[in-house]
């Protein structure tokens, strides 16, 4: 076989691909917008080797008040792997809360479904069908300089 741009194989196994990353944003006074694409070869999670990924993403993050932001992301990705074809989708929503100037807090949403029902063989880690996780996370942060002032939450 003969190798191009497009990600097809050679006879030595080589595969070569183009990567592309189109993001358009949008800025507000108290927002931004992030939508686009991504393709190009990715380690598809580990499951099947080299995989010739298409993703889509779209983020947004503002600032509600003067000390509570919020945050929403989703991504929608497409694995084209040796061993077949299979998706995953990942959204989350999240609040954060500045508690005072050198402490915050944050609790976000998260829901993964990774689809494998179509096209995708059997493997150690990916099995056909439907699997879908949620998970709550809650965080807190606190901020501390080292350098010029020494403190939490110093400002220059």
Excluded: C, H
């Amino acid at each position: 076989g003969s190798s191009n741009a497009n990600g097809s194989k050679n006879s030595n196994g080589l595969k070569l691909a183009n990567r592309t990353n189109i993001t358009v944003t949008k800025l507000w006074e108290r927002a931004t917008l992030n939508v686009g694409v991504d393709k190009g070869m990715t380690p598809s999670f580990g499951v099947s080797g080299i995989s010739d990924t298409t993703s889509f993403f779209a983020n947004v993050s503002m600032r509600l008040t003067e000390l509570l932001g919020a945050t929403a992301n989703v991504d929608y990705s497409l694995f084209d792997t040796v061993d077949g074809k299979f998706s995953a989708l990942s959204g989350s929503a999240g609040l954060q809360y500045r508690i005072n100037r050198w402490l915050s807090s944050s609790m976000q949403y998260t829901y993964r479904l990774q689809d494998a029902s179509s096209g995708a063989a059997s493997t150690g880690v990916l099995t056909r069908g439907k699997v879908s996780s949620n998970s709550i996370a809650l965080v807190f942060s606190a901020q501390f300089d080292l350098w010029p002032n020494l403190g939490l939450g110093q400002q220059p």
